[in-house]
């Protein structure tokens, strides 16, 4: 069955220091991976996504991910952290077949402290 | 696009009242998926539909909630009846064929006392 892990409950950065949020998960085929923000009082947006090819992918608002098969991880990284970042993170898992149902994790809540 | 509209935003209600979420997706897009997020279980999917069809319902808790898609541009989630363990936000997501992204409602916040 898909499942995702994101470890991370909470993570506390300083604004303009680097960011990992961690997250693994289990299929049993080339999975389809999501990384979604959500702010407080808001819906999900989408920051990136992996299909195939190249392993590092770009997103919206400076964030990037690479996917590692050997690790089955995904993990979502931002190199300098603005206080507008601080939100809450879900990794999701989703794969071929009708409907593509996605699999999400827990979240992790990001704080910034200035 | 306006995106996914839900409505309403935020509801309250007593106990054993009936609630009605609404939910209008991305025009174009043939998939949308209800989902009910609570600090417990997180991020649910309850239900799911295909071109107005119902694919897969396994995510519905009990037989008080139901869901239709009588239109390709509105669904609606009804909860009858209410309890207060229902209280969570609602949202809508939908998607288009050949893609696998899921574009997300603002959400309705049901509080039920």
């Known amino acids: 069955a898909q499942s995702v892990t994101q470890p991370d409950i909470h993570i506390t950065v300083s604004e303009g220091a680097s960011l990992e949020l961690r997250c693994n998960y289990s299929y049993g085929a080339t999975p389809y991976l999501f990384w979604y923000v959500q702010s407080p009082g808001q819906g999900l947006q989408l920051l990136l996504k992996?299909?195939?090819?190249?392993?590092l992918v770009q997103g919206i608002k400076g964030f990037e991910a690479e996917f590692k098969r050997s690790q089955s991880s995904f993990n979502l990284r931002k190199p300098s952290v603005h206080w507008s970042d601080a939100a809450e993170y879900f990794c999701?898992?989703?794969?071929?077949?009708?409907?593509?149902?996605?699999?999400f994790g827990a979240g992790t809540i990001l704080r910034v402290k200035s | 696009d306006a995106g996914v509209i839900q409505s309403p935003r935020h509801e309250v209600t007593e106990m054993g009242q009936e609630v009605t979420l609404r939910c209008k997706p991305i025009s174009g897009h043939d998939y949308l998926f209800w989902y009910r997020q609570t600090m417990m279980r997180g991020l649910e999917l309850l239900i799911y539909f295909n071109n107005n069809v119902p694919i897969d319902d396994s995510g519905m808790p009990e037989d008080r909630f139901s869901a239709k898609m009588p239109n390709a541009s509105f669904s609606t989630l009804k909860i009858q009846p209410s309890e207060p363990r229902d209280s969570a936000v609602y949202f809508c997501a939908s998607r288009g064929a050949g893609v696998n992204e899921q574009y997300f409602g603002p959400g309705t916040r049901l509080t039920v006392t």
């Open positions: 992996y299909f195939s090819g190249d392993t």
């Open positions: 999701a898992v989703g794969g071929t077949g009708r409907g593509n149902k996605l699999v």
